[in-house]
């Protein structure tokens, strides 16, 4: 963020403030344990604890001002009166922050700036990292960490940014109509990618083709002229072409008819890793992904795509996949500890990336005991009780001995898996999880560890790869 002035931040945000608006501003915060000084401190309510309250910790930090709608308890937290500005409502004074100094960046600090967005319902921050790393040789560069998507993490993103960023990438991720709309109206992007509609969050858009519209809101924010990289083999996707305002890229792994970048001769070694050739208008070239699971070749093809759009060359565009690590965690992260082999791709799920994780499983093990620990997959509506019964005979299929579950909406999969002859532990909390599978795991192993972000999978993992 470039240094601004306290009377800058309360225009953006359209705040009450009568402190000293000369002080200077060098970033924003939204953690008193991580604030730095010289950070206006957005005050938010969680769920368990009020930023309000917080607020004085923040000036203590060295925090110049309080962002607030809750004046009256960041008083009380012992803010002066002048180090507060009042807004009506906090997250949007912070995307209101984020939108104001990405115009300023564009109209007058810095003009090779280019912003790259990309959505889907699985695969964005994977294919997020892939954009960082390819689009590195434009020059510096801002990612978020991990997965920040949404309406809070989104304009923290685009807060980091400065003059001399070259390449701003985001993820852009939906849960209701209308929430890529306002991502975009914080951030317009240069370029964007579509991976694909599938059923993540079903139950809260209703249908498939809710969450179609909800993904086109990407290729309808961009910029006029901007590139609009589309996966040609998703129908609904590539129907997105419609509502592009510039020039559309397809990608393809089947590499189905009027595709433009798309992958042969697609094969997996002994650990799940894709090696396929790349193909495009411009050549061909051989590459060799380090991560695991075939689905990630579609994320390298959308990855590639939009490098090609900034005309990085093909033999680079493959040498940099090729190259590329899981850089978020608990992504399909494939680890050995203590003789066993962990495939942690426990960040979240929905039935499309369990069964791309079950044909991990199914891969890499082998002649080998396989194991499955997974969680509930969440926000599937109506449609839960028969997608999470339907993945017991993925899981017989890829030759899986033994399950272990946690989330009550696991249930009429326990049932389905004991039927398929699958032995079935069900825990009853995070705890009970860990300790059973330890119970269970013996060295030449493998385990896969996976389930929505709620359920709690990703704790299992952090405690399982601190050790058997």
């Known amino acids: 963020m470039?240094?601004?002035?306290?009377?800058?931040?309360?225009?953006?945000?359209?705040?009450?403030?009568?402190?000293?608006?000369?002080?200077?501003?060098?970033?924003?915060?939204?953690?008193?344990?991580?604030?730095?000084?010289?950070?206006?401190?957005?005050?938010?309510?969680?769920?368990?604890?009020?930023?309000?309250?917080?607020?004085?910790?923040?000036?203590?930090?060295?925090?110049?001002?309080?962002?607030?709608?809750?004046?009256?308890v960041a008083?009380?937290?012992?803010?002066?009166?002048?180090?507060?500005?009042?807004?009506?409502?906090?997250?949007?004074?912070?995307?209101?922050?984020?939108?104001?100094?990405?115009?300023?960046?564009?109209?007058?600090?810095?003009p090779r700036l280019q912003v790259v967005a990309v959505t889907g319902s699985v695969g964005k921050t994977t294919t997020k990292d892939l954009l960082s790393a390819l689009l590195a040789s434009r020059g510096p560069i801002i990612a978020p960490p991990g997965s920040f998507n949404n309406e809070l993490g989104l304009p923290l993103t685009v807060l980091r940014a400065d003059r001399t960023t070259a390449t701003l990438v985001l993820e852009m991720g939906a849960d209701h109509i209308g929430n890529i709309n306002y991502l975009t109206s914080i951030a317009p992007p240069d370029a964007c990618a579509v991976l694909i509609?599938?059923?993540?969050?079903?139950?809260?858009?209703?249908?498939?083709?809710?969450?179609?519209?909800?993904?086109?809101?990407?290729?309808?924010?961009?910029?006029?002229?901007?590139?609009?990289?589309?996966?040609?083999?998703?129908?609904?996707?590539?129907?997105?072409?419609q509502q592009a305002h510039g020039p559309v890229t397809f990608f393809s792994v089947a590499h189905c008819a009027g595709a433009d970048v798309w992958a042969d001769d697609v094969e997996l070694d002994s650990l799940g890793r894709a090696h396929f050739t790349l193909g495009t208008g411009q050549g061909s070239a051989p590459v060799a992904l380090q991560l695991v699971g075939r689905h990630h070749?579609?994320?390298?093809?959308?990855?590639?795509?939009?490098?090609?759009?900034?005309?990085?060359?093909?033999?680079?565009?493959?040498?940099?996949?090729?190259?590329?690590?899981?850089?978020?965690?608990?992504?399909?992260?494939?680890?050995?500890?203590?003789?066993?082999?962990?495939i942690d791709d426990s960040y979240n799920a929905n039935p499309d990336s369990m069964r791309a994780g079950i044909a991990a499983l199914r891969t890499i093990g082998v002649r080998r005991r396989r194991i499955a620990v997974l969680g509930s997959m969440l926000e599937?509506?109506?449609?839960s009780e028969d997608e999470h019964r339907a993945l017991a005979h993925s899981l017989k299929e890829a030759g899986t001995g033994i399950l272990v579950t946690i989330g009550h909406e696991t249930a009429p999969?326990?049932?389905?898996?004991?039927?398929?002859?699958?032995?079935?532990?069900?825990?009853?909390?995070?705890?009970?999880?860990?300790a059973r599978v330890r119970e269970i795991l013996r060295p030449g192993d493998v385990v896969l560890l996976k389930g929505s972000n709620g359920s709690g999978v990703w704790?299992?993992?952090?405690?399982?790869?601190?050790?058997?």
Request: a negative charge; proline letters at 3%; hydrophobic letters at 45%.
């Open 2 to 72: 470039n240094d601004i002035t306290l009377s800058q931040v309360a225009e953006d945000i359209r705040g009450d403030f009568h402190g000293d608006g000369s002080v200077i501003v060098r970033s924003v915060s939204t953690d008193t344990r991580t604030l730095e000084p010289g950070a206006v401190y957005f005050a938010f309510k969680g769920a368990r604890v009020d930023g309000n309250a917080l607020a004085a910790q923040a000036l203590a930090r060295g925090g110049v001002a309080v962002v607030t709608d809750s004046p009256s």
């Open 413 to 434: 999969l326990c049932s389905e898996a004991v039927a398929e002859g699958i032995e079935v532990h069900s825990a009853s909390n995070v705890s009970d999880a860990v």
């Open 297 to 342: 070749v579609a994320n390298a093809l959308a990855a590639a795509s939009v490098a090609l759009a900034y005309e990085i060359p093909v033999q680079e565009i493959a040498r940099v996949l090729g190259a590329a690590r899981a850089a978020s965690p608990h992504r399909m992260d494939v680890r050995d500890v203590g003789g066993v082999t962990i």
């Open 197 to 241: 509609v599938a059923r993540a969050h079903v139950g809260e858009f209703g249908s498939m083709d809710n969450i179609a519209h909800a993904k086109s809101e990407l290729v309808q924010g961009t910029r006029p002229g901007g590139h609009v990289i589309l996966n040609k083999d998703d129908p609904r996707v590539a129907a997105m072409a």
């Open 75 to 110: 008083l009380a937290s012992g803010v002066p009166e002048d180090r507060l500005i009042v807004v009506d409502d906090v997250a949007g004074a912070l995307g209101d922050a984020a939108r104001a100094h990405l115009a300023r960046l564009r109209s007058s600090g810095n």
């Open 380 to 383: 599937l509506g109506e449609s």
């Open 459 to 468: 704790r299992i993992a952090d405690e399982l790869l601190r050790g058997i």
